[in-house]
């Protein structure tokens, strides 16, 4: 269905976070869905992919992770992103993501939620997150901060979803009650098989329902048409992955 998309400003505890709003061009609402980006933060790509969505029958808020040191684009990204060649990104880029403690994602999400069940695009109800790289983390600890809220969380090679760590995202599995989808890419550094095995057994322990599958010979980032890393299949593998568990989810 035809799709619009428009920037909005929406409030936080911390300031205003600017984001991204694709939603169906038909002036009804539909079922919420935030959209965590990966690294990289907000850009064309990830409309791109809002809009992929929304035209699915979802509204869509992609919110700039990095509101806190500027508008979207935060940092210059050239118009193809070579990861193996990123070096000097990145060292810009993790100072960024290290900011995005479990307090302040949590903080974050509540102006986001409240955002959305002010808004007359979205249907009252719980909403679904999909996030990607750092955003699958981001949506695992939005689904265990707000439980009461999120019906559905999808996640799309994430990365650090079960370390050692004392705040790791793993731990808040006895809090979730959103039904889960990960969709890991293979032989992935930033989640390697012990996380991935350690991330599923607190769920199965935690009784939360989800699927986790990896995709063979998908990279970290496969789903990132603007990257080097990007792999055309496993990506429509997502999308079948994605629309099928939020169906079920938000409009059954």
């Known amino acids: 269905m035809p799709v619009r998309g428009t920037l909005v400003d929406i409030p936080t505890a911390d300031g205003t976070a600017d984001a991204y709003l694709a939603h169906p061009d038909d002036d009804r609402a539909h079922p919420g869905v935030i959209l965590y980006t990966d690294a990289f933060g907000l850009r064309p790509h990830m409309e791109s992919m809002a809009d992929r969505l929304a ?29 193996d060649q990123a070096g000097e990104l990145f060292a810009r880029l993790v100072p960024l993501l290290n900011t995005l403690t479990p307090e302040v994602t949590a903080r974050d999400a509540d102006a986001y939620l409240r955002w959305l069940a002010e808004s007359p695009l979205v249907q009252d109800g719980p909403v679904g997150l999909t996030g990607y790289c750092r955003g699958a983390l981001l949506a695992l600890r939005t689904a265990a901060s707000h439980p009461d809220r999120i019906a559905v969380a999808a996640g799309f ?12 995202p793993h731990l ?17 550094p930033a989640l390697p098989p012990e996380q991935i095995d350690r991330l599923s057994a607190a769920l199965t322990a935690a009784g ?15 789903t990132q048409a603007d990257t080097s890393r990007y792999d055309a299949a496993a990506t429509e593998r997502h999308w079948e992955a994605l629309l099928g568990v939020l169906k079920r989810a938000l409009q059954t």
């Open 208 to 222: 939360v329902r989800f699927r986790a599958e990896v995709y063979a010979g998908a990279l970290h980032g496969y």
């Open 55 to 83: 035209a699915a029958g979802y509204t869509v808020l992609v919110p700039n992770l990095f509101y806190r040191n500027g508008r979207a684009p935060v940092i210059e990204l050239p118009e193809l992103i070579d990861v």
């Open 157 to 168: 090679h994430g990365g650090s979803l079960a370390t050692e760590s004392p705040d790791s």
């Open 172 to 188: 808040g599995a006895d809090r979730i009650t959103a039904e889960l989808y990960f969709g890991h890419a293979d032989e992935d």
